[in-house]
């Protein structure tokens, strides 16, 4: 018996350990209850990313809440930012690296957040606080550390630098700030150190968690988009009982939202009818005195409908169509002597490793993208591009910038000339080689040279404003100080 009431214990524990190992095997794998064996924690890189959020981003946060207006709405958007970064960071401490077709997809709502930031900026050009959206639109995309391959002025993948590139860049929209508010509203000072200590401090977590690039697990599933919604739902639970249906609301008064985009192409067709002109009356057709009502009595008991002459009215003048902008392919090619950089978007690893000195490269309407060209080439054209890295070693005839807008572009050898013509934002690294280079420039805005010194680089900006006066004999133009 005793025997019997032993067997029967054995069993019982052995029949608790495999339900034990059964719970653990069947946890979704976005649930945080277990990190590196650890039950109940998550991993320390989102553990510190929390510390820095909780600090540093909660500080800036704080002094953008006091100055108000356009700076809390644009502060408010940064912090959704950093939210959605902290949830792909949770994502890559419990998945494995994804396959490269996945990465834009789990990277969208970062990217997202990083747009509309700076779609804000471009919509308030006219605010007094332009210079504050400036150094937040202009340095955001640090938030894109996580992806960085290849970065910028660095040929090592690592995400470090290109957050000290971003921290520049707002620095000099800053610079703006201290000068207009230091003597005046030290709030605004209190803010500009608060907002820079961000990225100083983002820089010293990826040198302690993510120096050579993002970490991701070593075990678990591979990521994907499916595994990132697994990865930030909550845990299993009973599901809310569905809410009740709304009770059905009165005929609207006015036009919803919905219905004004609905009846925009009829408004469009009556705007295009009013263009016509005198021409508007052809589409009408003639009325003969039987169908007039003073001339024919009879027609008033009718109730006013007349019988039309012809079997079907003519057609009024159509709207116009608005056509989608057209999506053109990418072109990367050598055409005869002509490397063509073409509509290129999102991309960091373009590189032209075989040239020619009679070769010349042509870059027109890249967006977001990143080009290296080694060796020696003729020229270089930048045409119609926005936020666009270009690193060259020499060219021995002349770098154009034309109609661009934030380029930024790191000589490594020697150029003899560079030219910038209605750009605006263009951000020059020379070398040591370089420094002999002449820049010209016209009709172009937020133009900066930065000069190796002492292992960093110091800014310089080109004159924008300049003042002519007659001396007697000509005229002398100068450059113009800016009265603060």
């Not at 270089?380 to 034309?402: P, R």
Request: aromatic fraction near 6%.
């Amino acid at each position: 018996m005793e025997a019997m009431q032993g067997l029967v214990e054995r069993l019982e524990q052995a029949v608790g350990r495999l339900e034990l190992l059964s719970a653990v095997s069947h946890r979704p794998p976005g649930n945080c209850g277990e990190i590196n064996g650890v039950n109940g924690g998550v991993a320390p890189s989102v553990e510190a990313f929390d510390k820095l959020m909780n600090s540093t981003v909660a500080e800036f946060l704080k002094k953008s809440r006091i100055l108000a207006g356009d700076v809390e709405t644009h502060a408010e958007m940064v912090h959704s930012a950093f939210q959605a970064q902290r949830a792909f960071l949770l994502m890559a401490s419990q998945y494995q690296q994804p396959q490269e077709n996945d990465v834009a997809a789990l990277l969208k709502p970062i990217s997202e957040k990083i747009q509309e930031i700076q779609t804000f900026r471009e919509r308030n050009r006219g605010s007094t606080m332009f210079n504050h959206l400036s150094a937040v639109s202009e340095s955001i995309p640090a938030l894109g550390w996580i992806a960085v391959v290849m970065v910028l002025f660095s040929q090592s993948p690592k995400p470090g630098p290109y957050v000290k590139e971003m921290n520049d860049a707002a620095t000099f929209y800053t610079n703006r700030v201290l000068k207009d508010y230091k003597h005046s509203d030290l709030r605004h000072v209190d803010w500009v150190k608060s907002y820079l200590n961000i990225w100083s401090e983002l820089q010293a977590y990826i040198k302690e968690h993510h120096t050579t690039g993002l970490t991701w697990s070593k075990i678990g599933p591979v990521a994907s988009a499916a595994a990132a919604l697994s990865a930030l739902s909550p845990g299993p639970g009973l599901p809310p009982p569905p809410p009740p249906p709304p009770p059905p609301g009165p005929p609207p008064l006015f036009e919803t939202e919905g219905s004004k985009e609905q009846s925009s192409p009829s408004r469009s067709a009556l705007f295009a009818q009013l263009n016509q002109g005198e021409a508007i009356t052809k589409g009408l057709r003639h009325v003969t005195d039987a169908q007039k009502t003073y001339k024919n009595p009879s027609l008033r008991t009718q109730g006013g409908q007349t019988a039309s002459p012809t079997k079907s009215h003519s057609p009024g003048p159509k709207a116009p169509q608005s056509h989608p902008l057209q999506k053109h392919a990418p072109v990367f090619e050598l055409e005869g002597k002509k490397w063509r950089v073409e509509y290129q978007e999102d991309r960091n690893d373009l590189v032209i490793s075989e040239t020619e000195l009679k070769q010349v490269a042509y870059i027109f309407k890249c967006d977001k993208s990143t080009l290296q060209i080694k060796g020696k080439i003729n020229s270089i054209t930048i045409d119609n591009c926005k936020k666009f890295g270009l690193v060259f070693d020499n060219v021995v005839g002349i770098v154009e910038v034309i109609n661009s807008k934030d380029i930024q572009m790191q000589v490594m050898g020697k150029v003899p000339t560079i030219s910038i013509n209605k750009t605006e934002g263009c951000h020059i690294y020379l070398s040591e080689d370089a420094l002999d280079c002449e820049i010209v420039s016209a009709k172009s805005s937020e133009m900066n040279i930065l000069i190796p010194q002492d292992g960093d680089y110091r800014e310089f900006p080109i004159p924008e404003q300049f003042k002519t006066a007659w001396d007697g004999s000509k005229l002398v133009t100068e450059p113009a100080e800016i009265m603060g």
